[in-house]
């Protein structure tokens, strides 16, 4: 028996050790890995509690999934999917996200994905017609990090699409991906930081990725747009999305408002913001109290990059906007036609001003005013180089300081313009067919040289009160002394590739001047390369076209006669 007892006894110390360990075993298991990758569902009908999460396991019954109540009050954890279902019906209470992804002991991310697709049909959980609270459709209220919504449909918020707010704590990673945003009375998606504007930010959008969406018709106001990028938001990369306006609806496309710095939109179709048309018609992109005055810890850079946009019907302002005293702006390699103004660089604000602005090898062309224009107390450091600034001003008043033209500069200091081809801005074969107009402040602010102007009926300067020449312009002002006047020889009014014998092949200055100015790829001095419009590298054999376009041997080809590519073509073969 005291044998058996003793046996006894070691069997419960073994049974009660074995039980703590596989507890321990259990709880180190947890710490160390939270992220049981698990999938969650969601129904607008669903009947499964916050509670009982582990009980939503599917779309096929409202008894299987969670509602949108009951979503908001659970908690999700790194590598969990939480799918949204559009067997339930559409989605017409808020939805307020509260986790947070996070990162793992090897500095992966383990993310929260919010998919709203998951029978992945294309018909895509469609989240509506909020109007309750701030009536946004969904609210980030300082959650969000390592998270991703895709595959939704947002509308008909009384507020916001997506209302971010970093309030309290920052949101790092956050995408918004393959979705759609529209008609929203606000702003489609907004990322704003802090409770208020502050001299230190700590609380903001850090890294946030906007990409294949689209977003359009969102807007009532000037303060809305589809994508906003207010207080602080930082190194947001906003891409491949497309961003319009309709008739009545449809504000800015990108606006930026306080943001911090290295943010990316590049990519992206922004057209159309035209709102009631003269009354509220806005911006593609417009930035706004942007610079680098108030920095966020962890910007990767003070500059904003546009780039690689098509920016195109904004026929009542502007395809870009720099003002209200923002800076540190490089608009490069975009394609920006069918505005009002192409290109707007204006006004500072208490104490900020608008200031050192990179422009270049942009298609700037067909816009209805201004190709580029500099005014109302913008403050200068504006370069301008390789672009093609084209067939601009062909509509309103053609006189005096509201004559439109390709390029005016009528403020600010340190301005350089080279390299750019100007012409056949102000169409018609009457006068005025101002190609520039420099005046004021801005005749001895700003440095002209090497650029290529052209108009059938003879390119007319502005300069300094009245019509120049461009000898005088030369011989008088020193300025525009390697500038020449000649047919640029573009291939059509439409394609602006240069033709064999066009006066712009190889005659360009190299502007990089220092490391990283203009392009990321200067090196220092006159060194590295960069890509034209099409994607060229340049300087190419050692050349460097004047434009956005560089001419190659493939333009050789394009310019050649039939006889002459056969010929080559014989040639090759040796
Ligand atoms: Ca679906
Ligand atoms: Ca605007």
């Known amino acids: 028996m005291k044998h058996m007892k003793r046996r006894k ?147 008909g918020c009384a507020g916001e699409g997506i209302y971010g707010w970093a309030k309290t704590m920052p949101i790092k990673k956050f995408k918004l991906l393959h979705s759609k945003i529209h008609d929203v009375e606000n702003r489609g998606i907004a990322l704003i930081g802090e409770n208020a504007i502050v001299e230190t930010p700590a609380n903001y959008f850090d890294e946030t990725e906007i990409a294949y969406n689209e977003i359009y018709a969102n807007g009532t106001d000037t303060a809305d747009n589809d994508v906003g990028l207010s207080r602080y938001a930082t190194n947001t990369h906003v891409h491949h999305n497309k961003m319009y306006g309709t008739a009545t609806k449809g504000m800015d496309g990108v606006l930026f408002s306080y943001a911090g710095g290295g943010n990316i939109i590049e990519y992206n179709e922004i057209y159309n913001h035209n709102k009631d048309g003269a009354e509220h018609g806005e911006d593609g992109v417009d930035i706004k109290y942007t610079n680098e005055d108030v920095a966020t810890p962890t910007q990767t850079e003070q500059w904003q990059h546009i780039r690689h946009n098509t920016i195109y019907g904004h026929t009542y302002q502007t395809g870009v906007t720099v003002h209200y005293g923002s800076r540190y702006v490089k608009i490069y390699n975009n394609n920006i036609y069918g505005n009002a103004e192409g290109i707007w660089a204006h006004r500072g604000t208490a104490g900020l001003v608008t200031q050192y602005i990179q422009i270049y090898t942009n298609l700037i062309h067909y816009n209805t005013q201004h190709g580029v224009i500099i005014n109302d107390s913008a403050a200068g450091n504006i370069e301008i180089y390789n672009n093609l600034i084209s067939y601009n001003g062909q509509s309103g008043t053609p006189s005096g300081y509201a004559g439109f033209c390709g390029l005016m500069i009528v403020a600010g200091t340190g301005n350089v313009v080279k390299n750019n081809i100007i012409s056949h801005n102000y169409n018609a074969s009457t006068s005025p067919r101002k190609q520039i107009y420099i005046d004021f402040a801005g005749v001895a602010g700003t440095t002209l040289d090497n650029n290529l102007y052209y108009h059938s009926g003879g390119a007319q300067y502005w300069y300094d009160g009245g019509v120049k020449s461009l000898s005088t312009i030369q011989s008088v002002y020193s300025q525009e002394t390697h500038g020449s006047e000649s047919d640029p020889l573009f291939a059509s009014s439409t394609n602006f590739r240069l033709r064999l014998g066009s006066p712009a092949i190889n005659a360009g200055v190299n502007v990089c001047t220092a490391e990283g100015v203009p392009y990321s790829t200067c090196t220092g001095d006159g060194t590295g390369t960069w890509t034209d419009i099409k994607g060229s590298v340049v300087p190419h054999n050692g050349k460097i076209s004047i434009g956005a376009y560089q001419f190659t041997s493939f333009d050789t080809e394009q310019g050649e006669s039939a006889a002459r590519k056969s010929w080559r073509r014989v040639f090759r073969k040796f």
């Open 9 to 155: 006894a070691a069997v419960g110390t073994w049974l009660v050790e074995g039980v703590l360990w596989i507890a321990l075993s259990l709880l180190i298991l947890i710490l160390a890995c939270p992220a049981w990758a698990t999938d969650y569902y969601v129904r607008a009908d669903g009947t499964v509690t916050a509670a009982d999460k582990g009980n939503a396991t599917s779309c096929s019954a409202a008894s299987t999934a969670l509602s949108m109540a009951e979503f908001n009050a659970a908690t999700f954890y790194g590598g969990d999917t939480v799918y949204f279902c559009s067997s339930g019906g559409d989605y017409t209470s808020v939805m307020i996200p509260t986790s947070n992804g996070s990162l793992g002991a090897g500095g992966e991310e383990l993310r929260i994905t919010y998919d709203g697709d998951p029978d992945g049909d294309g018909t895509y959980a469609h989240v509506k017609d909020i109007s309750v609270g701030s009536g946004s459709c969904v609210v980030m209220f300082d959650a969000g990090n390592y998270t991703t919504m895709q595959h939704f449909e947002i509308s």
